[in-house]
């Protein structure tokens, strides 16, 4: 055979060499994953476990990373599903929800202060900005200058225009109170807890939370926003069922008689429902424009009263200064209430939670707010208005002028 084809022999033992090599190396690789614990890294620092130490790594986040968590109930409450605790601030479900449709029926007839639907008056709106800027302006100042002596709230109340008017009719001469709200709560400062209304009245709508004859709100309505203050506050309001009810029939409001008695309007008149405090022990003495105090009733029986006169069963009407007591609450808490009459509903829910509510309203009382909350000691201070008030100049300078 020739040469050029015949196999040469190898020699095996380079071969067995290497062989021994690579099982010995794997060996190695072997026993070092299996013990991961006798890693040294490059820092000197030993890592016992990679899992807890570098959690931005780690399959499981749930405890360690949550702002990726797929439960975040516990970790971030700013988007929980239940933020009625941990997120006061915002809406009952963060997730939006279609309200009901209002739908119109009936006629309709404008007058210069009322728009009637069928037999429902409503006030036109426009906001205002520098108006807008005025107010949030009064409410930071009261807010900065009582800077670790009192905390200040702000509600702002939507008219019924806003949330009971059919939708078709919404804009126009209907502003958006949605935005509105928005405007004024994006203008005050960090010392002012703000307690947005619109959206939980939106979710009520359907219910009689605005007297169709009159521009006020109902106790109902004043109870949902009492409900969204106790949030922010961060304590518990009581339910609807913990209260005795009354009813006084017959109420025939503002816009029956700004619409030159509107046959329409007047043919269904209003009723009136309160709801009393659960304390009945609490007292009510209020000072009128005369100067002369007297003794009166939280909620009063208006049953005989004139058809116009009938909101006026809450805290005596609207008087300069009133004083609410309550034996049954002995810890010295109080609070300073300012308002128009949008908050004589309002402030009758927050009698079980203090020992004293102070009330003041701004139209006609002459004093120094934030001399009086230090004097006093009020450990709350609670700014109510409606949407239509804070559009006036003139009623947001006499708020101005008490601070």
Known sequence: MS?????????????????????????VLLIHFLHPSDRIEPDGNQQENAENTAPDNTENTENTTPDNTENTENTTPDNSENTENTTPDNSENTEPEPYEVIEL???TQR??????????????????????EKYASAVNTAADELQGAADVYAITVPLSSGITLPDELQGGIFGDQKSAEEKIDAMLGGNVKSVPLYDTLMRHRTEYVYFRTDHHWTALGAYYAYCNFCRIKGIEPHQLADYEAEEFTGFLGSFYRDSGHSEEIGSHPDTVEVYHPVSREASLDFTGTDGKTIH?????????????????TFIGGDNPYTVITNPDVTDGSSCVV???SFGNAFVPYLVDHYQTVYVVDYRYWGGDLTDFARENGVQDVVFI?????????YLMGKLQGIL
Not at 296 to 312: F, L
């Open 3 to 27: 040469r050029r084809y015949r196999k040469r022999r190898r020699n095996p033992l380079p071969l067995l060499a290497a062989a021994v090599v690579v099982i010995g190396l794997g060996v």
């Open 105 to 107: 029926t009936g006629d």
């Open 111 to 132: 007058y210069d202060a009322v728009y009637r639907v069928g037999d429902a008056g409503f006030e036109m709106y426009t906001y205002v900005p520098e108006v807008g």
């Open 296 to 312: 009166w009733q939280i909620i009063y029986d208006v049953s005989n009263w004139n058809a116009e006169m009938k909101y006026n």
């Open 338 to 340: 300012v308002k128009e």
């Open 385 to 393: 208005n409606n949407l239509s008030a804070i559009r006036s100049n």
